[in-house]
T-cell receptor, first 114, second 112 residues
Framework: ETGVTQSPTHLIKTRGQQVTLRCSSQSGHNTVSWYQQALGQGPQFIFQYYREEENGRGNFPPRFSGLQFPNYSSELNVNALELDDSALYLC?????????????FGSGTRLTVV | GENVEQHPSTLSVQEGDSAVIKCTYSDSASNYFPWYKQELGKGPQLIIDIRSNVGEKKDQRIAVTLNKTAKHFSLHITETQPEDSAVYFCAALSGGYQKVTFGTGTKLQVIP
């Protein structure tokens, strides 16, 4: 059973640019959630994807968008990057529709905006 | 929406002592409360969880208690070891989908 893998592990972008982060969910999981974790803070919910559709969204602007593919992998896209977008971006997979609510997190992508 | 508060923000204990981390939540509809351990450079790892129909759960040296009336829950680690040093997050699940709201984290240091 493979865990959640995220790529890339580290990324440096310039303010105003666009970025795409990728996530492969754990085998058997059909739901992917994305979180932003600023330094010294708890993860903040960005959005969740289930059956290739957004299934809930946190308090993030529309320039944060995502996709889920038929194999349940997912992408997070951020347009018009701002300095405050610098953070660890975490992907978590889970199995919707069961009593097993446990998330499995990836190790994250560290994004630095300069 | 749900709001989860966690304290203390830092905690230092001697090896072998117990550690307790406390959290409160605001949404009475929340029904699932996981605890995560995050080591440096890694994603959070689920260490124990509790559902709203249970008051206490134990797994070896780790236990969690839940008081639904007061809307608070706690993590107890007994016989702490240096490898327990990490940041611990409490969380609560609410909403019609699996949205998990995290606390602000507790940095636990176990001193050998």
């Amino acid at each position: 059973e493979t865990g959640v893998t995220q790529s890339p592990t580290h990324l440096i972008k310039t303010r105003g640019q666009q970025v795409t982060l990728r996530c492969s969910s754990q085998s058997g999981h059909n739901t992917v959630s994305w979180y932003q974790q600023a330094l010294g803070q708890g993860p903040q919910f960005i959005f969740q994807y289930y059956r290739e559709e957004e299934n809930g969204r946190g308090n993030f602007p529309p320039r944060f968008s995502g996709l889920q593919f038929p194999n349940y992998s997912s992408e997070l896209n951020v347009n018009a990057l701002e300095l405050d977008d610098s953070a660890l971006y975490l992907c978590a997979s889970s199995l919707e529709g069961t009593l097993n609510y446990g998330y499995t997190f990836g190790s994250g992508t560290r994004l630095t905006v300069v | 929406g749900e709001n989860v508060e966690q304290h203390p923000s830092t905690l230092s204990v001697q090896e072998g002592d117990s550690a307790v981390i406390k959290c409160t939540y605001s949404d009475s509809a929340s029904n699932y409360f996981p605890w995560y351990k995050q080591e440096l450079g890694k994603g959070p790892q689920l260490i124990i969880d509790i559902r709203s129909n249970v008051g206490e759960k134990k797994d070896q040296r780790i236990a969690v208690t839940l008081n639904k009336t007061a809307k608070h829950f706690s993590l107890h680690i007994t016989e702490t070891q240096p490898e327990d040093s990490a940041v611990y997050f409490c969380a609560a699940l609410s909403g019609g989908y699996q949205k998990v709201t995290f606390g602000t984290g507790t940095k636990l240091q176990v001193i050998p």
